[in-house]
Structure formats: C-alpha cells, structure tokens
C-alpha cells in the first residue's frame, strides 16, 4: 500500500512568487493535515480536512496560504505571495476517520521550502 | 495551549538502553505517539499509547506513561547505530466530531548511537 506522498520534495522560489504544495494521503483516510516546520521549532499544525470539509484551520499563519482539497481525495496548500519566513519544510500526514487505525497518522516526507 | 517538552541530545552507545522523555502539559490528551526521522526522511510513526494505559510494548521499544505526573518515555533496548535519528513526541485528544485531531509536536530529541 503507497504511503503519503508529496510534490515537490524541494521548492526554491524567490520572495513574492506563488507556490502550490500537493500531498496525496493514504488511498481511504478521510482525514488530511498540513504540518509546517520552521528552522529549529517545532513541528507546528496548519489545519485539518475530513474529506473535503475544513474540520480545523486553526494553525494557519495568515491569509497568504489556502488549502484545497477538491474531491476529498489529494490536497493543495498554495502559498501566495511568498515571504522569507516561509521557508522550511511542510508534512501532509493523514489517518482514518473511524476504526482501529484512528490513532494512526501517517506522515509524507515532507516539502522542503526555501524562499530567497 | 498544549505544551510538549523533551530533551534536545542523548547520545548513547551501541547496545546499551536508550530512554527518551517527554512532558506534556493537557491532561485531556488521548494519544500520545513516538515518532522516528532519519535524516532526509520524513515522520516514522514508531508506536503510541492510549491514555488509559501505562505501558506498551513492541519488540525493542517501550512506552511508559505516567498520567499523574504528565510523563512519557521510549526506552529503546539494545540501541543500534541504525536507531540514530530524531524522535519526536507527539500528543492528541478527539475533536468534538469524534475523530482525531491534530498533533502537538515536541522539538525532537537527537538520538546518536556510538559504536
């Protein structure tokens, strides 16, 4: 069974440029969340999909970043313009909605974002 | 809001135990989860516990947690260079909807493994 997977696995853009972040959760997990981690904090949330409904988008920074996720199934986190202080890596991670997997969340390797 | 502490460094050598703690501050926290990054990788989930137990169990790795005092440990048993990572700590509690919510992460700590 495939894991998380995420594109790209490494953006370089220049401040001001727009950049869109995919994550595909784990064919069946209803659940999807954007983490971000700045250079050495910690692993922070951005917000929560239950399918394609915002459950929580508490954690987002400002109104630079929109999250998607059409259909239910892969997401999108866009950031637009992008400033210095987004630079660092984002996880997309998902989980079941119900059952004994409910505790799991699953973890992609992560999209390094470097803006210059 | 929920704060989550563990050490930055433990360095330990080859075979011997490793135990890695954290402190949590929500009591209402429902799972509480150990996860593994080697470098360039991204999150492993290791293993996690409920909150209405105090220890779990998995071939080398076990989960201590002491809910009275906020506490959580991994003990990692004959510790191999392979085990060279950072090991995060996480806590969640169920959102009103019933389902998971999202993590609260510590900030790692560095394992490194000296043969």
């Known amino acids: 069974e495939a894991g998380v997977t995420q594109f790209p696995s490494h953006s370089v853009i220049e401040k001001g440029q727009t950049v869109t972040l995919r994550c595909d959760p784990i064919?069946?997990?209803?659940?999807l969340y954007w983490y971000r981690r700045v250079m050495g904090k910690e692993i922070k949330f951005l917000l929560h999909?239950?399918?394609?409904?915002?459950?929580?988008e508490s954690g987002m920074p400002n109104n630079r970043f929109l999250a998607e996720r059409t259909g239910g199934t892969y997401s999108t986190l866009k950031v637009q313009p992008a400033e210095l202080e987004d630079s660092g890596v984002y996880f997309c991670a998902s989980s079941q909605l119900r059952g004994t997997g409910l505790a799991e969340q699953y973890f992609g390797p992560g999209t390094r974002l470097t803006v210059t | 809001g929920e704060d989550v502490e563990q050490s930055l460094f433990l360095s330990v050598r080859e075979g011997d135990s490793s135990v890695i703690n954290c402190t949590y501050t929500?009591?209402?926290?429902?799972?509480l989860y150990w996860y593994k990054q080697e470098p360039g990788a991204g999150l492993q989930l290791l293993t996690y516990?409920?909150?209405?137990?105090d220890m779990k169990q998995d071939q080398r790795l076990t989960v201590l947690l002491n809910k009275k005092d906020k506490h959580l440990s991994l003990r990692i048993a004959d510790t191999q260079t392979g085990d060279s990572a950072i090991y995060f700590c996480a806590v969640t509690s169920l959102n009103n909807g019933g389902s998971q919510g999202n993590l609260i992460f510590g900030k790692g700590t560095k394992l490194s493994v000296k043969p």
């Open positions: 516990i409920f909150s209405n137990m």
């Open positions: 999909f239950v399918k394609e409904s915002k459950q929580d």
């Open positions: 064919s069946g997990h209803d659940n």
């Open positions: 929500d009591s209402s926290s429902t799972y």
